[in-house]
């Protein structure tokens, strides 16, 4: 497989490094294909993005490279064009990519790997070792030092290096198609290595799939107090509690996890899921006046990281489960800001400002959610039966303790009470569209962000959002997206477009109704007639 390092960065001086790099490494291909070997495309990916990390530069770790895979519908172990690698940068926001590949010839392992530089169009010469398998770990020492030459090594390895046999095993734990396999993988993994911290915590994310919380919490709370990653163990430890309805316990865990805030944390963002639990804890097992009320926690939490949406949706929900609509109605969208295709968030604020008396504004809202989703109408059953105006159980539990990410708005965006709104949405909105239109994608969709934050519901910003995402292979987000622009604002090309998204997605029917309404309502669309003819 192929892994690249793409530079959304602007232009550094001449021989300079960039300031803040981020770098991308997708697993290498494995240039013969032998089955047997195909573990090893994974674990170079990890292998040099540890030793890109201890020497300072910014790797781009494994699970934000899992999700941007999973946005874009690619199978993790498939060989990918640079092409394909270069939109999971942008994706992930990398500065840069690496591609590469590998062989045995007998015992000897062969790696070639080399530097795609996307701002300047330029491709670094490749780079190349070979050694005996079993000297693995020191030829992607000897590799990371040769990609990265201007950057000084680590005086000492952060950790000793666990026998080949628990690593291989680790790394195909990572990547088997089954939970049964994984966990069979990792416990071999743990078995060669019984201090394996890092196969205990994968082994927890197994676990937790398959909603075995106890063998889960078995495996975060084998990790040693002394482990670098004993921190996230102790996270993933209250996560489990908390899905076994042990309460009190967790709330002691996440308490003093907010409270402790250990160095070389990511303060702000663990900090903020950490009393995102506690406000989830509190909305399950009840409050009192000594644990502090769910909107206590979690307008701590929202302040501490104010671009998550699912802190923002917290503490709206929190605030309608008791009634309050104009807090509610206040955080909802503030979180619809952020996370315009959450059906979730407008389905409450539908109930917020249906609480409130705005009857047009709730129906619409209830619209939109009902678009978005179709489980609705078992949620509205549920609140009838609870008599609350929604149902409990939509809170958000935060499974780990790093930043999810999203939008993050410039504070010169949000400070807008002394400018024109509107001046601003259409400032955005027009560089949006000029920058899309020169496929700068990475750039236009944070500049329709910023006019998406300003106004939510702004149609043209999500049609071109609908048209980068379709245009980046991600169909169900285009999908999600378009249908918010036609809520917004019935128009032709919405609908053309999500016709074709929903091509993509195999979905001919849908695909065909949104090409007849199209026509409905401008009879000589071309871009409508001519899809419905290629359809027949």
């Not at 609908?466 to 987000?477: C, T």
Request: charged share 25%.
């Amino acid at each position: 497989m192929v892994a690249v390092l793409a530079v959304c960065a602007p232009q550094p001086a001449e021989g300079q490094r960039p300031v803040a790099d981020r770098v991308l490494v997708v697993p290498f291909e494995n240039a013969r294909h032998e089955p047997r070997l195909q573990w090893l495309g994974e674990a170079s990916a990890v292998l040099l993005e540890d030793q890109f990390r201890a020497r300072g530069v910014g790797a781009i770790t494994r699970d934000e490279r899992v999700r941007a895979f999973e946005d874009l519908h690619l199978p993790l172990t498939a060989s990918l064009s640079h092409a394909t690698v270069i939109k999971v940068g942008h994706i992930v926001g990398a500065t840069q990519v690496i591609v590469g590949q590998f062989g045995l010839d007998g015992g000897t392992l062969r790696i070639e790997a080399h530097a795609i530089r996307i701002d300047v169009g330029r491709v670094e010469p490749e780079v190349s070792e070979q050694a005996p398998l079993t000297d693995l770990f020191a030829s992607f020492r000897r590799l990371a030092s040769r990609l990265a030459p201007d950057v000084a090594a680590p005086a000492a390895p952060p950790q000793s290096n666990p026998p080949l046999t628990a690593f291989e095993n680790y790394i195909k734990g990572l990547v088997a198609e089954n939970p049964v396999a994984q966990a069979a993988f990792l416990e071999a993994a743990i078995k060669a290595l019984p201090a394996y911290d890092r196969a205990e915590l994968a082994l927890w994310d197994v676990r937790s799939a398959a909603d075995d919380h106890v063998s889960a919490l078995a495996a975060a709370r084998a990790v040693s107090p002394s482990s670098p990653l004993s921190l996230r163990a102790r996270f993933l430890a209250g996560v489990s509690l908390v899905e076994l309805k042990r309460y009190d316990e967790a709330f002691a865990v996440f308490k003093g996890w907010a409270e402790e805030a250990p160095p070389g944390a990511d303060k702000s963002a663990g900090i903020a899921a950490a009393l995102n639990n506690l406000g989830v804890i509190q909305i399950r097992r009840g409050s009192t006046s000594d644990t502090g009320t769910p909107a206590f926690f979690l307008t701590k939490a929202a302040d501490a990281d104010p671009g998550d949406a699912d802190f923002l949706f917290n503490l709206g929900y929190a605030y309608m489960l008791d009634r309050n609509n104009q807090a509610a109605i206040y955080w909802l969208r503030e979180s619809v800001r952020r996370d315009p295709g959450d059906p979730d968030a407008h389905f409450v604020l539908a109930a917020a400002l249906q609480g409130s008396s705005s009857q047009v504004e709730a129906e619409r809202e209830r619209e939109l959610a009902r678009r978005l989703s179709s489980r609705y109408g078992e949620l509205e059953r549920r609140a009838a039966l609870e008599k609350l105006p929604v149902p409990k159980g939509l809170e958000r539990l935060r499974e780990e303790p790093a930043s999810r990410g999203g939008l993050r708005v410039d504070p010169a965006v949000a400070n807008t009470a002394q400018r024109d709104q509107r001046e601003l949405v259409t400032f955005h909105l027009d560089r949006g569209r000029r920058l899309f239109e020169r496929e700068a994608d990475g750039e236009a969709m944070s500049e329709l962000r910023r006019a998406i934050y300003l106004s939510p519901y702004e149609a043209q910003a999500h049609l071109l959002i609908g048209r980068i995402h379709l245009r980046a292979g991600r169909p169900q987000e285009a999908v999600n997206a378009l249908k918010i622009s036609i809520w917004s604002e019935d128009t032709v090309p919405a609908h053309v477009v999500l016709a074709e998204a929903y091509l993509k997605l195999g979905n001919t029917a849908g695909a065909r109704a949104e090409l007849e309404r199209a026509l409905v309502l401008d009879p000589n669309s071309a871009d409508a007639k001519r899809m419905l003819a290629e359809m027949k």
